[in-house]
């Protein structure tokens, strides 16, 4: 089966993981507001991406010291689902963020684990790749980060445009709150701040196609319009010089007309510059024009 483009652009962003344990800690906070449950009563994590499935152990552990209690095969396909189930652990990890283990406040983005440069786009990336996906650009522009949590949708939304410099779209959708972008630079801006520049790199080009076969189409619709309307002028002029030698009148007109009408009859195809050019000597296009109109203005006169 193909890759999806969403799936290539997470497999782009699980080539190495953070250097910085800043960043590991950021990373995991993105996934853990961005994935399927991250409370009191539990983590849990389902991604179809193989490769997020073979980061997110060695993240935790890098950022917490902590293992998942359940965990897929490393060669099981399809979707691949995590959690973490010990109170002991799940303490470890909303301390490392500031919260109270047991606490009924609501999550939010805590400021400080996002405050240097390299962890807001850290903390972005997790998001992504637990809770976000960006459509194929030869079939649409749309890249979007969902999240269960109100707060941290208000909050994350303020995050991207802060980061990226413009504001995305936001929406409720089934329960969960998306924050979403339509725009093709947009959308290749935060691939590229996210760290998948290769992603980026496609959406730009599949922009670029698109407005080359844009521009091909356009051209082609209008030549084949201008084609049509030479052929009939040209058929009617034709249709004119044939009337004018029957009634025995071509061999009489100006010099002029004459090697028109020749030249019209000899190439058909031609479109006015065309014709004009192989005049001898060569007359400009509107010349032409007026002789070939003259042609057929006497061809209705000798027709009354
Ligand atoms: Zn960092």
Request: proline residues 4%.
């Amino acid at each position: 089966m193909a890759s999806s483009f969403s799936a290539c652009a997470k497999a782009e962003l699980c080539k190495s993981i953070p250097q910085k344990s800043c960043c590991a800690l950021a990373e995991c906070f993105g996934i853990l507001l961005f994935c399927n449950s991250f409370g009191a009563d539990g983590i849990r994590i389902i991604t179809e991406s193989r490769e997020f499935s073979q980061r997110l152990p060695k993240l935790f552990r890098k950022a917490f010291g902590v293992t998942f209690d359940q965990q897929p095969d490393e060669e099981s396909s399809g979707k691949h689902n995590f959690q973490i189930t010990s109170p002991e652990k799940i303490a470890v990890i909303m301390e490392a963020y500031g919260f109270e283990p047991n606490g009924t406040l609501s999550l939010h983005i805590n400021l400080p684990i996002v405050e240097d440069d390299c962890c807001r786009a850290a903390f972005l990336r997790g998001a992504f790749l637990a809770g976000g996906s960006v459509t194929d650009p030869a079939k649409a522009y749309h890249l979007e980060f969902t999240t269960v949590h109100q707060r941290v949708a208000r909050e994350a939304y303020t995050l991207v445009q802060e980061v990226l410099n413009f504001a995305p779209k936001s929406a409720s959708r089934g329960g969960g709150q998306v924050l979403y972008l339509k725009q093709s630079d947009q959308i290749s801006d935060c691939l590229a701040y996210l760290g998948a520049s290769v992603a980026a790199m496609g959406i730009i080009e599949a922009k670029l196609e698109k407005e080359l076969n844009n521009k091909v189409n356009r051209r082609c619709n209008c030549d084949e319009a201008n084609t049509s309307k030479v052929v009939v002028a040209a058929q009617e002029q034709i249709a004119a010089i044939r009337i004018l030698r029957e009634r025995g009148v071509l061999e009489q007109l100006p010099d002029k007309l004459l090697k028109a009408a020749i030249a019209r009859e000899e190439y058909p195809e031609y479109s006015l510059s065309e014709l004009a050019a192989v005049m001898e000597p060569a007359i400009s296009k509107p010349a032409m024009n007026h002789r070939l109109k003259k042609l057929v203005q006497l061809s209705q006169e000798v027709s009354q």
